[in-house]
């Protein structure tokens, strides 16, 4: 019987480690086809049946990626677009988070669902009525018009409402009998317990911005204000593509992403892993 258990145990352990095996080369086996097309020709990259390995390893798709791009100009501007929509993310939304989870104030309930309903509608009915905004106020092909529609943000809003929930009320009460204002209560009290929520909030906020494509394309016409993501979207020609360069290209874009997983891997699985739970 005890035989007949640990075998069962080999052979479940065995099948779990073959699933994520399989299931790891699934999810990296995109990466490395990206990787040997940057080294390929375009003949190569479109050869049927597909050539895997390039026959000559040089950097010419890399050279021909770089004059074709401003990078230089776009990182500047993916960086800027993630700073300052992780600072708007976190500062807005833990006030307003804050106010709906611990004030009373009129129409509270009614604003809250107003959040709620920005949350669910998809963002892309946001887009015209954004840009027309940008447009009367000329700010567009901006540093601005990049964090524009990050400002404020519904879903940080509710996940830090959520947060100041799960805090007792008796620590702000011990605060105002302390003579805290309910700034001071906010600032020196409330809101250095959320910590990690907020940390969470930041990588959610960031990796989203890096990501966002539509947005920077349509706001930013001009190619040395737009970003990573939107840049490399010029690549793409109308009756053909150089994939090869398009391939490097998207590789150099994600340096600085894969460096910042790479530096702060803790924090980011820990920005992860606790928002399944309280």
Not at 33 to 57: G, R
């Amino acid at each position: 019987m005890e035989t007949s258990m640990k075998t069962n145990r080999r052979l479940g352990k065995g099948l779990t480690y073959t699933v994520l095996i399989l299931g790891s080369i699934v999810m990296i086996f995109p990466f490395v086809w990206m990787v040997l097309t940057c080294f390929k020709t375009q003949a190569e990259s479109m050869a049927i049946p597909p050539q895997i390995l390039p026959s000559h390893w040089g950097l010419e798709n890399f050279v021909t990626a770089l004059q074709s791009l401003p990078f230089v100009n776009l990182y500047i501007n993916t960086a800027l677009l993630i700073v300052l929509r992780v600072i708007c993310a976190v500062v807005f939304s833990s006030m307003a988070g804050y106010a709906f989870a611990k004030l009373n104030f009129p129409c509270k309930n009614l604003l809250f669902s107003i959040v709620l309903v920005q949350m669910m509608l998809p963002s892309q009915i946001f887009i015209t009525p954004q840009y027309l905004m940008l447009a009367r106020m000329g700010q567009t092909n901006t540093i601005f018009a990049l964090v524009f529609p990050g400002i404020v943000s519904a879903f940080g809003t509710f996940f830090l409402r959520q947060t100041y929930l799960g805090i007792p009320n008796e620590i702000a009460e011990a605060a105002y009998l302390d003579g805290c204002t309910k700034w001071q209560t906010f600032t020196k009290v409330m809101f250095p317990l959320t910590g990690s929520s907020c940390a969470a909030l930041a990588i959610f906020t960031a990796v989203f911005a890096y990501s966002d494509l539509m947005w920077p394309l349509i706001c930013n016409t001009d190619l040395n204000m737009m970003t990573l993501s939107a840049g490399l979207s010029t690549l793409n020609g109308q009756y053909s593509t150089n994939f090869p360069v398009l391939m490097a290209g998207s590789l150099l874009a994600m340096i600085p992403m894969v460096v910042l997983y790479l530096l702060f891997q803790k924090q980011f699985i820990q920005g992860i892993a606790m928002t399944g739970g309280k």
